[in-house]
Structure formats: structure tokens, C-alpha cells
């Protein structure tokens, strides 16, 4: 066991504090990872304030981690100390399900375990992430960082990268495909940069004009502002595809019906708040309105490639650890350009 520097919360309303937490040992198939960067993704928010339901205090958030391994167990083959790796949303799964068996991890049957607020299946306590100096974690949950990608701004692909490449490999986006991207934040704009990169037409559809040079420098080939409601009704049934990243409760009736005939909105963002769709949202032109979650190890590491290939990398906003409270509000007032990420080394 060992003992860390971390950044956490203490209850739901609080700002997050300097905190000390344990670390397992390094058991056979074991990694001890010495953090160097870890992004903020709305959903370490989400978790600490109570959106999703209580949960168990101290915690410390963050699945966006990139580190270099500093100690192996004697088992492990996948890692060798001194390498640049990376540890995303899932930890562990049975490895046993069909969905395991397929390299799903994130839809494991048995229930797979979160970097945080999960209950590690090693020692039964509630797994603490990556807002912290070390982590352990199993070598194959464990990803490469391929050479080619900035240390210092990969992390954010452990999630908001591989949450929105995952939607737009499965639902094929590609030349030919138009694709909308709901919302630009962290997910959004890697969203746009992904489908940028795999070929697609790309909308951006965010709030106001702010954005809009933004995206248009993302790649996108164009850009509606969704207050406008004259813009939006222009581009009803103009969309095969549509990857909705807003973190907010949304009239989503408005998206469906930008869709085409067998379009299908993929939903991401995880507001506390239902949806209400209205049948003829989806029945006069065979909609669908589909859910999808960050992504396997094997897409991950699939992802990682594709990126390094492609020159894919998020834009990103180095903050101390001091400056994470301030961060966060500037998340929640979609202040954020487009992902901060933790220097570890200010821990
Ligand atoms: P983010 O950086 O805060 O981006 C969310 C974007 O949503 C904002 O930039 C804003 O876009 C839009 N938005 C925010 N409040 C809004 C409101 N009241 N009305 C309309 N639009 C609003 O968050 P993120 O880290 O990208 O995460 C986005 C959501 O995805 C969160 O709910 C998060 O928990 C969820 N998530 C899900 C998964 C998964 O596995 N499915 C993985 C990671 C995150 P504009 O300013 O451009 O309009
Ligand atoms: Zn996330
Ligand atoms: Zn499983």
C-alpha cells in the first residue's frame, strides 16, 4: 500500500480539496502508473454533485489519465516500466461475458468497474481516479500511448475521444455520411475533429456563434447556431447521423427531426434529466434513437492509431491543481476550449 496526493470531494456542494489516498499494492498482473496529466470530463462533475445519484465521499474523479509506468507486477507482459500509457473509464471487467469476449468492455454484462466510484474486485474499496499522483491499475485495462501524440494532450482521447469515434465507427460515418454534432465541448469537438478525419460532411450545431470560427477551423463544413430557429428548421431531414454531447436535459424532438429517412441520433450526453420524444418524432421517417458509451479496450487502442495517423489531438487547457474548482465551473457554464487537463506534477 502505498500512499498518494490527490485532488478530491469531500461531499457533493463543496469545492474539491487537496486529499491523501491509498493505493493498492502492485499485485502479478499489476501496474503502477506515476500520473503525469489528467483531463476534466463533465461527467467527474456529474459524479461528485449527485446527478446520477448518491455515492460514497471522500472521491477523487478523473478518467482521462496518461502516465508512465513506474513499477510492474511479476506477471505482467503487456507494459514495461518507462513506458507512456494511458488508463480511461473502465479498469476491469468479468472478461467472461459475450461482451468481454468481443472486446466491450464497456457494456460487460456482469458489470464492469469504473476508474472511480467503482468497487475494485482486487480489495473490494471504492476506486479513486486519476485527479491524483499514481495510480494501479490491472495491465489489461492499460492502453499504449502510440508515439506521434502529444503527452501532455492525449488524455482527453480516453474518453471524450473514444465515446464519440466509438458511435461514428458503429454507425458508419464516413465520405458520404453527414453527421451533426450536438453541443461543442470536450466530446463535441473531438466528435467533429473524428469525423472530420473519417471523411464525413459535418454540421456543428452549438449555441450562439462563439464556436463558430472554431469549429469551422475544426474542419467542419458548416455550422448551426441552434437558437436560430430559422437555421435549424433549413436543415430538417439534412442529416444521416447525428451524435448528440450536450450535458444538459434537451428538447430532443428538435435533433430527430433533422434527421433523414433511417437517420439515427446516437445519444452521449448524460443528463440527469429524461427526454421527452414524441412518436412522430421518430415514425414518419424511420428514426432511430440510439445510446452508445465510451468504448472497449481494443477501440481504444484502435482510436489511439487512428489518431496518430491523422494528426487528431484535442484542443486542450493545462491547469494546476489549484485551478481545478475554477475549471469546473467553467465547465458548467460551457466555458471550457475545449478540455482542460491536470499537470499531475502540481499535486
Ligand atoms: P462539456 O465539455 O461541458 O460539453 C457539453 C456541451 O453541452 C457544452 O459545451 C454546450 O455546448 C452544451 N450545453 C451545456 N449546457 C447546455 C444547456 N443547458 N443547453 C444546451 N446545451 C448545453 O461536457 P463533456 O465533458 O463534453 O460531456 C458531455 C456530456 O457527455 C456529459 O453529460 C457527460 O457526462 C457525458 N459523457 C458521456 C459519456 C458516455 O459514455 N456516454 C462519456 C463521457 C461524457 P455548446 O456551448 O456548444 O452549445
Ligand atoms: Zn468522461
Ligand atoms: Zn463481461
Redesign the pocket.
Known sequence: MRTVNAYGAVNATDPLVPLMIERRDVGAHDVLIDIDYAGI???DI?TVRGDWGPIAYPQVVGHEIVGRVAEVGGAVTRHRVGDLVGVG?QSNSCRECTQCLQGHD?YCLNGNTQTYNGIDPADGTITQGGYSQAIVTNEDYVVAIPVGLDPAKVAPLL??GI?TYSPLKHWNAGPGTRVGVV??????HMGVKLAVALGADVTVL???T??RDDALAFGADRYVD?TDVGALRELRGGLDLIVN??????DISRYLNLLDVDGTLVN????AEPFSVPAFALIPRRRSLA????GGIPEIEEMLEFCAEHGVHPETELVSAEGINEAWDR??S?D?R??FVIDAKTL
Not at 454531447?245 to 434537451?250: D, H, P, Q
Not at 452521449?268 to 443528463?271: L, Q
Open positions: 470530463c463533465h461527467s456529474h473509464c464497456q474518453c471524450a465515446t453541443g461543442m465541448g470536450g466530446l463535441g452549438s449555441r450562439g462563439k464556436k441552434t454531447t450536450v450535458s444538459a436535459g434537451l452521449v450526453g448524460a443528463p445510446g452508445s458509451t465510451t465547465v458548467l460551457a471550457v475545449y478540455r
